[in-house]
């Protein structure tokens, strides 16, 4: 059974900074590529980063570029989203998922992704 936990959420202001963590158990993490996806209320889920199973290639949602980094650890089974220059409009559940394939490169397209964590809240205030 794969499981996706989330972490480093919080409430931060305007121009402040974020690492999220996706901590990963039950698969072996480092075949699969995993992507970041945000949901702010009222709106579709937006696709954020993605990084490949090697950790060589990333790709970044054009709201995020230039502001987001992603990587991984796959010694610790974890996957890191670095957010500088916060903005209000960030504000969002951001969720982590893992490829359904393994051995392939990421996907903007969540439908390609298996398994999702539940989540963890980033709120940013003016």
């Known amino acids: 059974q794969v499981q996706l936990v989330e972490s480093g959420g919080g409430l931060v202001q305007a121009g402040g900074s974020l690492r999220l963590s996706c901590a990963a158990s039950g698969v072996t993490f480092s075949g699969y590529a995993i992507g970041w996806f945000r949901q702010a209320p009222g709106k579709e889920r937006e696709f954020v980063a993605h990084?490949?199973?090697?950790?060589?290639?990333?790709f970044y949602g054009d709201s995020v570029k230039g502001r987001v980094t992603i990587s991984r650890n796959n010694a610790k089974n974890t996957v890191y989203l670095q957010i500088n220059i916060l903005r209000p409009d960030d504000t969002a559940v951001y969720y982590c998922?893992?490829?359904?394939?393994?051995?392939?490169?990421?996907?903007?397209?969540?439908?390609?992704?298996?398994?999702w964590g539940q989540g963890t809240q980033v709120t940013v205030s003016s």
């Open positions: 990084i490949n199973w090697r950790g060589d290639s990333t």
């Open positions: 998922a893992q490829r359904r394939d393994p051995f392939s490169s990421g996907s903007s397209n969540p439908s390609q992704y298996g398994y």
